[in-house]
């Protein structure tokens, strides 16, 4: 095997030492963006060796303005004429499951339009609705975001992921409000499981509250999380890691209830210490209670909740606000197949409309 590289630098030199010197000699001047990005361990900078055995190599994403998508297969033979066998010593054309086909190279010739329907189901030439907002998986609006761009003359690429930067604000206030509820509705189940004797069940619950507290903490620090296999990688390299990780590991090994109670306990005073640091709403308690009479810590989180729907002043996130917060699809779901089949989220809408 070759020196590993990194799939985002391996695709920046592909480009720049194989793809752009072919555009340049066979389509002199042809306006293109060209980057790697919306799939992929590389695109979110976390491919290691190990990523290198299937759907990884020299990968180029090029995109060509509507009126020259014309040119696409004229593109495309021009680069499998003139791209080298390998690259950086890895090979550049790729095998088809089906043995009958031959291999050929992941240097594809789309539009920006494409992208944003393939990846997101999103049509470029509609606004962004509140109902699109909630129904974006935030693994995939986060490979749009992280990815590489090497090059822009067009602008389209760079318009479209600047309009995808981050949730507007009311939305966000929104997701917010629904992480906290989410929290509300089980921190009194952990215990409660746990103290007639079922640590296993318990467990369960404390880990989906770690999760939580995960999730929370990419909201407040206004990043996109990730698919499952990089949540806790992506999670680890947010500012408030550092004090959360440990606390959150210490909740996810506990042995008994009781120690799951006092780790995530922490969590939560340091998620309300976060959220006053935001200035979202007046500064609100940040320790534990209990819960009525019976001998449990909660921090409350239909408190915070509550604070931040009253915020909300936009007229069509205030009357989601003010229905029951089943937040936005990732606060729905986790199902791999829901939130990767773009083909579901027409009718995902109706959930917001």
């Not at 306006?31 to 060796?49: I, N, Y």
């Not at 959220?275 to 001998?295: G, W, Y």
């Amino acid at each position: 095997m070759p020196p590993f590289i990194p799939g985002l630098e391996l695709s920046r030199r592909f480009y720049v030492e194989a793809v752009q010197p072919i555009l340049a000699t066979c389509f002199p001047n042809l306006p293109h963006a060209a980057g790697r990005l919306g799939w992929g361990s590389e695109v979110l900078g976390f491919d290691t060796e190990m990523s290198t055995d299937h759907a990884w190599g020299p990968i180029v994403q090029l995109f060509l303005r509507d009126e020259d998508l014309e040119l696409a297969d004229d593109v495309r033979d021009a680069l499998d004429r003139e791209l080298p066998a390998e690259f950086a010593g890895y090979p550049v054309r790729f095998p088809f499951e089906d043995a009958g086909r031959p291999a050929a190279h992941w240097v594809e010739p789309t539009a920006v339009r494409a992208l944003a329907l393939n990846t997101l189901g999103y049509d470029l030439d509609r606004p962004l609705e509140v109902a699109d907002w909630l129904t974006f998986p935030s693994q995939k609006l986060r490979a749009l975001r992280v990815g590489a761009v090497y090059q822009d003359s067009v602008g389209e690429l760079t318009a479209l992921r600047e309009r995808l930067a981050y949730y507007p604000r009311q939305v966000w206030l929104y997701l917010l409000a629904a992480g906290w509820r989410r929290i509300d509705q089980e921190e009194h189940l952990m215990p409660r499981a746990g103290v007639v004797g079922d640590e296993l069940g318990s467990s369960l619950i404390g880990s989906r509250l770690v999760r939580d507290v995960m999730r929370l903490c990419f909201l407040m620090e206004r990043q996109y999380a990730p698919y499952a296999k990089w949540f806790g990688t992506a999670f680890s390299e947010l500012p408030c890691a550092p004090e959360l990780s440990p606390v959150l590991w210490r909740a996810q090994r506990a042995a008994t209830w009781e120690e799951r109670e006092a780790a995530l306990c922490e969590a939560y005073e340091e998620l309300a210490r976060m959220h006053n640091a935001l200035q979202i709403t007046a500064e609100l308690r940040v320790t534990t209670s209990a819960f009525f009479r019976r001998p449990f810590r909660v921090i409350g989180g239909q408190r915070f909740a509550d604070a931040i729907v009253a915020t909300i002043d936009d007229p069509d996130v205030r009357l989601l606000a003010d229905r029951r917060l089943i937040g936005g699809i990732d606060q729905v779901s986790d199902n791999t197949d829901l939130l990767e089949g773009t083909q579901w989220r027409g009718r995902l809408r109706w959930l917001y409309e």
